[in-house]
């Protein structure tokens, strides 16, 4: 081969590094201008694919959709909350998610929210990148995959990360296009924080935390509980917004990889467009989307607190040639600064303690280091004995 068949190192670096800045601007750009292939950066291992049949199902019931347990929350203000209760109980515990319908938020709300998250993503790519941060830990910020500076392999997905509360203080750092973005993301914002004490409490109840009729150490549970809710009363809240552009090869990469939510509730609203896949008995199945309905689930968090017993689970998000999909989740902790651990009324000889302590600069460092998909940070906190 002669010399000047060969492209210099210095060459082949700038074109690296002119597709590592394609790619950083995020999908939604690759596909407004045209993309007719996915990237080699895009492309999973063989064995990673979506399409891949789990080794002890080969009959490929990965593939079949899912109707999770439907929680209907005008029922827990009613006189059957005690078996809508149980039902909530056994959600948590056998799929670790569940749809909640007839949750009282007004419809022009939630229509609003997806609505003005597309705008926002149909901005053009210089308004968007205003909000562009390498720092996982700023309160607005707009990326591209699951977790950019770690992966290295990146994911379909576009996304707008706000952090909710204090609200006040962190408003005025909200994106101000589209002009009524931050009209509708605060009526959003406040209507699921209040769904989410909500939830909180019937989960508690659920758990056995907070019974009816008490003895005097009761009452004293129960007082320790009252304060955990007050703490859930100004706990962290974190909205994302995902825009999956259509994909031209969809079989090759992921909308999410793999992972668990390190919060103690996460509520996803979603579009109709099918994408979000649960692990459920070792296979991958399809959530069958409700219009107008939250898909909630446990997150690590809640694992933690419930002593293992309410299960955080593995999903991960598909994504099509056709159709843009839209989600908004809203995810729900303790304060940032608050110490998470077993509620140690769930601790017994016959359940001894699974959990250390853990809290959110703890779960930063974690993804600052390594890949945080799967369940690793949950397993880093798992005691061993």
């Known amino acids: 081969m002669s010399p000047g068949m060969v492209m210099p190192v210095e060459s082949r670096k700038a074109d ?3 597709l590592e800045t394609q790619y950083q601007k995020g999908v939604k750009h690759l596909y407004d201008n045209g993309i007719e292939h996915v990237p080699r950066k895009y492309i999973l291992p063989a064995s990673e694919r979506p399409n891949v049949v789990n080794e002890r199902s080969r009959d490929a019931t990965n593939h079949v959709n899912l109707k ?16 809508v209760l149980t039902s909530l109980a056994s959600a948590c515990e056998n799929y670790g998610f569940f749809q909640l319908v007839n949750h009282g938020i007004p419809h022009e709300i939630i229509s609003n929210m997806v609505d003005v998250s597309k705008r926002f993503f149909e901005l053009p790519f210089s308004e968007r990148e205003k909000y562009m941060s390498a720092d996982i830990g700023s309160p607005v910020r707009y990326g591209t995959s699951y977790n950019q500076t770690n992966d290295g392999v990146f994911c379909w997905r576009d996304f707008l990360k706000l952090v909710c509360h204090p609200l006040p203080d962190l408003l005025p750092h909200w994106p101000s296009s589209p002009l009524d973005f931050r009209k509708l993301a605060v009526r959003y914002v406040k209507e699921v ?47 994302v917004m995902n825009c999956y552009p259509p994909c031209p090869q969809p079989d ?12 103690f509730l996460t509520l996803l609203l979603q579009d109709e467009v099918k994408g979000l896949q649960i692990q459920h008995k ?3 199945v399809t959530v069958e989307p409700i219009p107008g309905s939250f898909v909630v689930n446990v997150g690590d968090h809640l694992e933690i ?18 159709n843009y999909r839209i989600s908004v989740a809203s995810l729900h902790s303790l304060p940032f600064k608050s110490k998470v651990q077993p509620c140690p009324k769930l601790i017994s000889e016959t359940n001894p303690r699974r959990y250390m302590d853990t809290d959110f600069a703890t779960f930063l460092d974690y993804i600052k280091s390594r890949d945080s998909t799967k369940k690793s940070f949950l397993q880093s906190r798992k005691l061993t004995s």
Do not use: C
């Open 193 to 239: 924080k209040f769904l989410f004490l909500m939830l909180v409490d019937a989960i508690l109840e659920s758990l056995g935390l907070m019974n009816k009729k008490k003895t005097t150490e009761e009452d004293e549970d129960e007082d320790e509980i009252k304060e955990i809710l007050k703490e859930f009363e100004d706990g962290s809240q974190l909205m």
């Open 68 to 83: 999770l347990p439907i929680i209907d929350f005008s029922e827990l203000q009613g006189p059957n909350r005690s078996q």
């Open 16 to 18: 690296y590094d002119s």
């Open 252 to 263: 090759l990469t992921l909308g999410m990889p793999p992972h668990s939510d390190y919060g």
């Open 282 to 284: 070792e296979n991958w």
């Open 305 to 322: 607190f419930s002593n293992g017993r309410y299960k955080s689970v593995l999903h991960r998000v598909l994504v099509n040639s056709m």
